[in-house]
């Protein structure tokens, strides 16, 4: 049985998040249609990663992105608690990936931090499409796919998010 945070004895050290305080578990998703990586890409708004956390396998046809992403889901429940925001690591994986183009993005510096804005599919023939995903700085990766077929993987507990705040978008 674990100890609600607001229960701890005074002084203590704040603990890390945890799932299992709440009714949230890790998210697992997968996307196979538009609308299915529109819930995708609103839970990966503002997520960060390094470009040496991207990767294409080009013999597995599998693109691979670690993202930090801001827990969306939780965050009215933080504010309204006056608890931190939080962060998860979470794996995005394309599979069926036939092609992968970068725009303003530089796959050989692998220590640039680009912030996710969006992720969008253009549906092509026969349920082919290219899934762009767009970053902060106008950098963009689109992938032409053979089909859409995308996992999202929480891959850690959530951790207090170090800005303290959420992501804010002034003027949209």
């Known amino acids: 049985m ?7 004895p005074q002084g203590a ?7 299992e305080d709440g009714v949230e578990r890790p998210l697992r998703l997968r996307a196979e249609s538009v609308d299915d990586l529109a819930v995708v890409s609103a839970l990966l708004q503002d997520a960060v990663a390094e470009t040496g ?3 294409w396998a080009r013999r597995r046809r599998r ?3 670690l993202l930090n ?9 933080a504010r309204l608690q006056g608890r931190p925001f939080e962060r998860v690591r979470t794996l995005l994986v394309f599979d069926d990936v036939l092609a992968a183009r970068s725009e303003g993005v530089d796959p050989a510096d692998k220590a640039t931090v680009l912030a996710l804005l ?8 026969d349920g082919a499409g290219r899934v762009r995903l767009v970053f902060a700085g106008d950098g963009e990766i689109a992938l032409d796919v053979e089909c859409l077929d995308a996992t999202l993987t929480d891959v850690t507990r959530p951790y207090e998010a170090l800005s303290g705040h959420a992501p804010s978008h002034p003027g949209t």
């Open 69 to 77: 992403r801001f827990r969306w889901e939780d965050a009215e429940a």
């Open 63 to 65: 693109f691979t992105l």
């Open 118 to 125: 969006s992720v969008g599919f253009e549906p092509g023939e």
């Open 13 to 19: 050290p704040p603990q890390d998040a945890r799932f």
């Open 2 to 8: 674990s100890v609600p945070q607001d229960a701890r």
């Open 53 to 55: 956390e991207i990767a």
